[in-house]
């Protein structure tokens, strides 16, 4: 065999393994998503009620009422300005939406991805986080800057 044909069938298997092994790790991060995305959800939601209790402790009033509807869905009430914020999670699509009432007509839904991904060079080095437009997301920030334009405010303190 010469060195041309051996290299060219070296390139060929190698492309072919790390196109297996992309394959792959999308099959393990899609399903290691759906069974972790409930835990995920449940994180979230417990971020929300902290947040709108450490608010009101703050206010020393119940600025922010926030309740679990019975389809699972979070809604926030800010009494002071009359809106309302709901955050829904569709386990379907592992997507968490946040709609907010207090924001200017043109801004859009946040929407959230819940992924894994790899952290290490063993496949069992995973790890899952929320993204937002593909980047990692600091979901006590979000939430605090969403909990902002909800009492009227601007999403970042000046």
Not at 46 to 69: G, H, M, P, Y
Not at 91 to 102: C, H, P, Y
Not at 106 to 131: C, F, M, Q, S
């Amino acid at each position: 065999m010469d060195e041309i044909t051996k290299q060219a069938a070296q390139e060929y298997l190698a492309a072919k393994l790390t196109e297996e092994e992309q394959i792959y790790e999308a099959q393990q991060n899609q399903a290691l998503a759906v069974a972790r995305s409930g835990w995920v959800w449940k994180s979230v939601k417990d971020s929300i009620f902290e947040k709108c209790r450490e608010w009101n402790a703050v206010t020393q009033e119940e600025t922010l009422t926030c309740k679990e509807t019975w389809l699972g869905d979070l809604r926030i009430w800010c009494a002071a300005q009359s809106k309302q914020m709901t955050v829904h999670y569709d386990s379907s699509k592992l997507l968490i939406t946040v709609k907010n009432a207090g924001r200017l007509e043109h801004e859009k839904d946040v929407i959230l991805h819940i992924e894994w991904y790899r952290t290490g060079p063993e496949r069992t080095d995973r790890a899952i986080r929320l993204t937002r437009n593909e980047q990692p997301v600091n979901i006590d920030m979000l939430i605090v800057g969403e909990l902002r334009v909800l009492t009227g405010m601007s999403r970042q303190r000046k």
